[in-house]
């Protein structure tokens, strides 16, 4: 089946570094990703959707600004978090459908710690 | 998307059947059922969608009513592995967006 690949798995840094996290789409292409967060406890909340040669759509409350998307190809969209904080920290996962018609898959997420 | 009500937390005995309940009295004629599970720790796992007919894969089953305001998720025989959070999400086929609710935590206890 469509399998969605999240690198790193885990990540560690100090505070003010960026964090790059990559989202694949193995053996299909997607035209669209999206990019979730979640911290302990918590649901799942939609930060953003990435689209394919153009601008990300950001979810009401999300700084575009610090978490910066680039989705330069049909298989890989990125999330970029800049000047990372201790407050950054959280589970973060990227979907995608593989086509118009199929459930999304998700990737394994990546935990990311701030010092 | 139509707003999903779940049980916050359910037990099952390993080896039974565990059934999920979720409401959706607002949904839309055009709207599907999904479930997905989420194991701690992990990213989120399809398990089956439906529309109004009743499904069955090699997962689970999902039962529909005939109002289509709620639907079971139906684990046949449940083992310590199907312990995760379990959400009902209702949309529109064509639109891709998920929204999470905070989902049934269910254990299986041995």
């Known amino acids: 089946g469509a399998v969605v690949s999240q690198h790193p798995s885990w990540v560690i840094c100090k505070s003010g570094t960026s964090v790059k996290i990559e989202c694949r789409s193995l053996?299909?292409?997607?035209?669209?990703m999206f990019w979730y967060r979640q911290f302990p406890k918590q649901s799942l909340m939609l930060m953003a959707t990435?689209?394919?040669?153009?601008?990300?759509?950001?979810e009401q409350g999300v700084e575009k600004d610090k978490f910066l998307i680039n989705h330069a190809s049909l298989t890989l969209s990125t999330l970029t978090v800049t000047s990372a904080h201790p407050e950054d920290s959280s589970f973060y996962i990227c979907?995608?459908?593989?086509?118009?018609?199929?459930?999304?898959?998700f990737g394994d997420g990546t935990r990311l710690s701030i010092l | 998307d139509a707003k999903t009500t779940q049980p916050t937390s359910m037990d099952c005995a390993e080896g039974r059947a565990a059934n999920l309940p979720c409401n959706h009295s607002t949904i839309s004629g055009n709207e599907y059922v999904y479930w997905y599970r989420q194991i701690h720790s992990q990213g989120p796992q399809y398990i089956i969608h439906?529309?109004?007919n009743n499904e069955t894969n090699e997962m689970a089953s999902l039962i529909i009513t005939e109002d289509r305001k709620s639907s079971t998720l139906i684990l046949p025989h449940a083992t310590l592995r199907d312990t995760a959070v379990y959400y009902c999400i209702v949309r529109v086929g064509s639109n891709y967006k998920l929204t999470f609710g905070k989902g049934t935590l269910l254990t299986v206890n041995p």
């Open positions: 439906g529309l109004k």
């Open positions: 990435s689209n394919e040669g153009s601008k990300a759509t950001y």
């Open positions: 979907s995608a459908p593989s086509n118009r018609d199929q459930p999304q898959h």
């Open positions: 053996d299909f292409q997607a035209t669209t």
